[in-house]
């Protein structure tokens, strides 16, 4: 296959159920012509929703994709636990406590703010170098180290009392596993509960409205529209300042020299932290951090 170098920036995905993240990359790299691609926020295969898809030099972001929050639509049923912690898995214990509306408010509520949980055995962290998922998988079980979560807010949007079952929708940090939400709200509920469906509608900047199916990639590629599709790296950078830099400090700035602060237009010292970096003709060039302490503005990651 003859690949397409021109290609850079963030497809946003809607991810179908029943693929892997890693299914969507591999699919995509066959439509696109292009080898270099990656994802961020790994979605398990009954998930679907939104997975950031970075394409060519862009995918040098991955890594440092800053945390702007996700959000999830999750169908919940109480009255049950599974191995898995989904629909998916084998039954494991099963509870006749009815759990009224009420009930369910008061329980989730106490979830909102800084939490911890211990990761799901069928997720992918990786303990001892293999993924917990694989050794789920193996039969085995083995200590996991509790992690913590911010949750910003638990809504539930539906809930029938007689069935058990609902939808909520959770806004929240990056790491969060809302299976296990779920998971801890049944278990104070006394009576368990499992997620039966996932839709993540905002991840990386990105909502659900923006996101592309498959077909639509393929359908763009088939009309040699790739390049109105795929969205501008600088994106997933909105919240942090712009700089532009002049023709002189874009050339040093471009052979990695350090520049001085004001030089990147900087004057005083509330202005820390990281910047957007352009040079003097617009072009994207990455991301640069101040120091006033040392008077430098450095390079943290290069696009160019």
């Not at 949750?151 to 069935?163: A, C, P, V």
Request: include cysteine.
């Amino acid at each position: 296959m003859m690949e397409n170098k021109e290609l850079c920036g963030v497809i946003p995905v809607n991810k179908p159920e029943g693929w892997t993240s890693f299914d969507v990359v591999a699919k995509l790299r066959g439509i696109l012509k292009i080898k270099r691609l990656g994802h961020s926020g790994t979605l398990d295969p009954m998930a679907t929703g939104v997975l950031p898809v970075f394409v060519g030099k862009a995918t040098k972001a991955c890594d440092i994709i800053p945390d702007s929050g996700k959000a999830y639509r999750a169908g919940f049923k109480l009255g049950v636990n599974t191995d898995t912690l989904d629909i998916t898995g084998k039954v494991v214990a099963q509870s006749s406590a009815a759990v009224d509306m009420a009930a369910l408010e008061r329980a989730k509520q106490e979830f909102v703010g800084e939490i911890t949980q211990i990761p799901p055995m069928y997720s992918a962290v990786k303990v001892e170098g293999k993924r917990l998922y694989q050794l789920a998988r193996e039969g085995k079980t083995v200590e996991r180290k509790p992690r913590k979560a911010e949750i910003d807010e638990i809504t539930i949007e539906s809930y029938n009392e007689n069935l058990r079952e609902g939808v909520m929708y959770v806004r929240c940090s990056k790491g969060t596993y809302v299976r296990t939400l779920i998971e801890d709200i049944g278990n104070k509920l006394g009576a368990g509960g499992i997620m039966t469906s996932l839709v993540r509608t905002f991840s990386g900047g990105f909502s659900i409205g923006e996101c592309l199916t498959i077909e639509e990639i393929q359908q763009a590629a088939a009309e040699g529209r790739l390049q109105d599709i795929i969205l501008p790296l600088e994106r997933v950078f909105e919240k942090y300042p712009a700089v532009k830099l002049d023709e002189r400090c874009t050339k040093m700035y471009k052979n990695g020299v350090i520049l001085r602060c004001k030089q990147a237009g900087l004057k005083n010292a509330e202005a820390l932290g990281s910047y957007r970096v352009y040079g003097c003709d617009g072009e994207f060039l990455g991301l640069g951090q101040a120091d006033f302490e040392s008077d430098k503005f450095k390079s943290i990651k290069n696009f160019y």
